[in-house]
């Protein structure tokens, strides 16, 4: 496997720091909530990987698409890629929003409709990746993964809107004026959109590895095929 | 009105975080080593193979 890009290196060093400086931000730039103290600097990091994990599941989607069209195998890689790196941001959405709801809401969960449906979105999702372990021929897995993906994708938007359809606890924060509401300051809202820039920009570097090691997988299968035949 | 102490929980989260995203990169870089090794193997066993 050829060894990684230049650009990727720069993205390595680049995400790194950015992710440090986002966290400096969220401790010192942005001031201290008085409602809820200092458990509110989660919050940045908890909307950006939430962001970035729900885009990730768009992407694979995405994808899936392409694949349908094209059978070519190397967006079934593309697309098992999107979904991994979106499920570890995911996953870390739902952990730190847990950790910030038990201070502000008393409880570490409820199931009011976005928890719910984030939980929802974040076992659908592992349930592919256990699926297809289950499928030996890589044509079959590739299309049941596509379809999988293109399907699942439905539960993402479902997830997003379902704080402005339902009756919910849980604040809304993009769009409809929601950081306002919120009263979030100036600083507040810098140090969040930085957050969501710097954590897509982790998702391209982490997605650039992540479809890295899929060909290298795929190099690997053929050349063991080629060893034992 | 009191501000409420919620370091612990702040702390406790920024930590989830970057256990969570060390534990993933390692797996990228552990599942990247043992393809290199298994690659290794089967062009040595190619190789003796076609001796």
Known sequence: MSPQPRV?????????LLVLVAFLMAMFYAPLEKVMGE?????????????????????AAVVAVIFLRTQDLKWDVIGLAAVEIS???????IVLGSIWARPA??????????????????????????????????????????????????????????????????????????SEKMGMTGSMVAT????????????????????????????????KLKVTQ | MDIPNTFNYMVGGYVVFAVVMLVY?????????????EQQMLEESE?????
């Open chain 1, 8 to 16: 990727l290196k720069v993205l390595n060093v680049l995400s790194a």
């Open chain 1, 39 to 59: 458990v509110q600097r989660v919050f940045y990091f908890h909307v950006a990987t939430a962001w970035v994990g729900m885009l990730g599941f768009i992407a």
């Open chain 1, 105 to 178: 809401w008393g409880t570490w969960w409820t199931w009011e409709p976005r928890l719910t449906t984030a939980a929802i979105l974040e076992m659908v999702y592992l349930a592919y990746l256990l699926l297809r372990q289950g499928i030996e021929d890589p044509d079959r897995r590739a299309r049941f993964g596509a379809v999988y993906t293109l399907l699942g994708g439905l539960s993402v938007p479902l997830t997003f809107i379902s704080i402005r359809i339902f009756r919910t606890i849980h604040p809304v924060v993009i769009g409809g004026g929601g």
């Open chain 1, 87 to 93: 499920l570890v941001f995911f996953l870390v959405a």
């Open chain 2, 25 to 37: 990169i390692s797996s990228l870089v552990s599942r990247w080593n043992n393809l290199k090794l």
């Open chain 2, 47 to 51: 190789i003796n193979s076609h001796k």
């Open chain 1, 192 to 223: 969040m959109l930085f957050s969501i820039a710097v954590f897509s920009i982790v998702f391209v570097t982490l997605f650039w590895h992540r479809i890295r090691l899929g060909q290298f997988s795929d190099k690997v299968e053929q050349l």
